[in-house]
């Protein structure tokens, strides 16, 4: 399967084992353990000998489809199901650290990811430190002997800053350093990071690996066929943050239109950020797929595709960006990305809210900035909800 395009692999991939009854889609094994004929074969899947199951925690037919279908489309050797991206994020993080070990990240992370990595590694002795990694010249003489882990979204949520994986990632590996990228943007039909060698890829799957909004799901990919069964079976399995079946069914289902939805999404993004950038009520316009916007030229060397989110600055004062929050109508006011509804919200005062002002200040964000993620609606009618909500701005 490996062979095929996206669009197949999206649909076929994983789970090439027959479907009972001959099911043309994967049933949804909603069952908590799984029967032996004998005690030699429980032994036997126990000991890994087999594929047999035991219990869903620790694997289910259902997650494994899911699994080897997304293994396949990030071009990694496995991958393991979360029950959220953070429980992705929080694992593949405290597998891959030790007391005494330092984590670098970006200073622009997901919320809860910052709060993990700033505060919440340090309780465990493991020290963090948040670098500018959108500019990597600094990089290597930054790294020390201590440092084990990278960790980096790009493009970078809410600011859309593109971060040079491949860079990264061989000033990285020369000194051993595992390099974990969060892909819940692009998703991996815009982007690859193993492919331009990162060590681990997580998402935040409640976005558009779903696509409809209806679950909190998270995935980590590896390249390392090893590495996955640790992290599986060593931390997730233990942790506990396991998917329920029918979260990875509604991802199996989500996956086939994965590429149709990102195409379109991207088409009406496109539509808007154009339309803002032309306002002369928009300060400035964050999207990686203006010519003008500085990560552009890296963004189309390193992603097949720009994505559908796009953030914005309105000429005006802090409470004039949040009264066109509040106008907009069809975009709605919503944490979360990647549904078919086009949705709006307020880092700073929403997502991003737990950055201290000397944070967002690091960050280089301006506290106006409004975050749209763009749906499957029409782009005329997008546009015209954002052209009533500016011209209303006082
Ligand atoms: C970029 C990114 N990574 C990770 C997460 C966390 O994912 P989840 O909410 O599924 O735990 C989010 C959530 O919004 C996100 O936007």
Redesign the pocket.
């Known amino acids: 399967m490996k062979d095929k395009h996206f669009e197949t692999m999206a649909i076929h991939a994983g789970g090439e084992e027959k479907k009972p009854d001959n099911a043309l889609n994967d049933p949804i094994f909603m069952t908590s353990a799984f029967t032996f004929d004998s005690l030699e074969k429980a032994d036997a899947a126990f000991a890994f000998e087999t594929r047999d199951y035991v219990y869903t925690r620790g694997n289910n037919p259902t997650l494994r489809v899911l699994e080897e279908r997304m293994a396949a489309l990030e071009g990694g050797q496995g991958a393991v199901a979360f029950a959220?991206?953070?429980?992705?994020?929080s694992s593949v993080l405290l597998s891959l650290l030790k007391p005494g070990d330092e984590i670098v990240a970006h200073p622009m992370?997901?919320?809860?990811?910052q709060n993990f990595v700033k505060n919440i590694l340090p309780r465990y002795g493991i020290s963090s430190r948040l670098l500018n990694l959108a500019d990597v010249s600094s990089l290597a003489s930054a790294l020390s002997d201590r440092t084990k882990v990278i960790y980096f979204?790009t493009p970078v949520?809410p600011s859309l800053e593109i971060i040079d994986i491949r860079a990264i990632c061989q000033i990285a590996g020369t000194r051993g350093i595992k390099v974990v990228v969060?892909n819940?943007?692009a998703t991996p039909y815009f982007q690859r990071p193993l492919s331009l060698g990162a060590d681990v890829v997580?998402?935040?799957?409640?976005?558009y690996i779903s696509g409809h909004g209806d679950v909190?799901?998270?995935i980590a990919v590896a390249r390392d066929g090893d590495y996955v069964q640790e992290l599986k079976f060593g931390y997730m399995c233990e942790f506990g943050g396991v998917m329920s079946p029918f979260t990875a069914w509604l991802l199996l289902r989500g996956l086939k239109t994965l590429a149709l939805r990102m195409r379109e999404h991207e088409q009406n993004a496109l539509a808007v950020a154009r339309y803002l950038n032309d306002h002369p009520r928009v300060k400035k316009v964050y999207y990686p797929g203006l010519p003008e916007f500085p990560g552009h030229g890296l963004a189309a060397a390193q992603m097949r595709g720009f994505g559908a989110m796009v953030s914005f600055e309105v000429d005006g004062s802090l409470a004039q960006s949040k009264q066109l929050v509040n106008s907009l109508k069809l975009f709605k006011l919503a944490?979360?990305?990647g549904d078919c509804e086009s949705l709006v919200q307020h880092p700073f005062a929403m997502?991003h809210r737990d950055y201290t002002p000397a944070e967002v200040q690091e960050a280089g964000l301006s506290p106006g900035l409004v975050r749209l993620s763009i749906g499957l609606e029409h782009k005329e009618d997008l546009v015209a909800d954002l052209e009533l909500a500016l011209a209303e701005l006082n």
């Not at 959220?84 to 994020?89: D, F, Y």
């Not at 992370?109 to 990811?113: M, P």
């Not at 997580?202 to 976005?207: E, N, P, R």
């Open positions: 959220s991206g953070m429980a992705a994020i992370l997901y919320g809860s990811t979204e949520n969060d819940t943007f997580v998402h935040s799957a409640t976005k909190i799901a998270g944490v979360s990305l997502t």
